[in-house]
């Protein structure tokens, strides 16, 4: 967690893309929350169009830690869709994204529940030290 | 799912994430029991270890 879904044109993308795009929601999404890189996840899914928003080309449905602010939360969605815009070569209006808020504690990674933002440096401490 | 569609820390990723609907307001103790066993069963079903695992157990129904 974060959870970045991101729904896409059938064919419209290519690994090369998926990759730059998912390199980039790991950018924007630390540098805006301060997150470990570590802790972003993004996964990609080829939908028919007639099954996304209508005019979407691209609908990423970002799921947050719950304690972000709006401002971060609104910097994310545009910095984002511009990234995925520039990405693909379409329009920004052709792409949607949303963040949703998730408790941290109904998350488990590692075999733990994730800790609260800020507090992560104990939990990234336990799990880098491996068995 | 297929190879270059999930990435974790903008690599290729080997996780595995659950997303679960429990009933909403669910105890954080059962919450945590139940994400527990499903960590549990898959790691014994797929062989992959505990850090490959992302469990989510959301209150509801699972937007998109």
């Given at each position: ?18 990759a ?40 990423v ?9 709006d ?6 969605v ?7 815009a520039?990405a693909?070569?379409?329009?920004a ?9 998730v408790p ?12 609260e933002?800020g ?13 | 799912?297929?190879k270059?569609?999930?990435w ?8 595995s ?16 029991a ?25 209150d ?5």
């Open positions: 967690m974060p959870l970045y879904r991101c729904a896409v044109s059938e064919g419209l993308t290519s690994e090369d893309q998926r730059r795009i998912a390199k980039e929601i790991v950018r924007i999404h630390c540098d805006v929350t301060g997150a470990p890189p570590s802790f972003v996840h993004a996964f990609f899914s080829e939908t028919p169009a007639p099954e996304l928003p209508d005019g979407k080309v691209a609908f449905l970002g799921s947050i830690r719950w304690g972000r602010t401002e971060q939360k609104a910097r994310i545009s910095e984002l869709t511009d990234v995925v520039t693909l070569g379409c329009g209006e052709e792409v949607g994204v949303v963040t949703v808020d941290s504690k109904w998350n488990m990674e590692g075999g733990e529940l994730l800790p933002p507090e992560e440096a104990e939990w990234l401490a336990r799990h880098s030290a491996g068995p | 799912m297929k270059g569609f999930a974790t820390a903008g690599e290729p990723s080997t996780s994430i659950v997303v679960r609907s429990v009933p909403v307001g669910l105890a954080l103790d059962q919450r945590e139940f994400m527990r066993r499903v960590c549990d069963l898959w790691g014994r079903v797929t062989g992959c270890s505990i850090d490959e695992i992302v469990v989510t157990a959301w509801g129904p699972i937007p998109l």
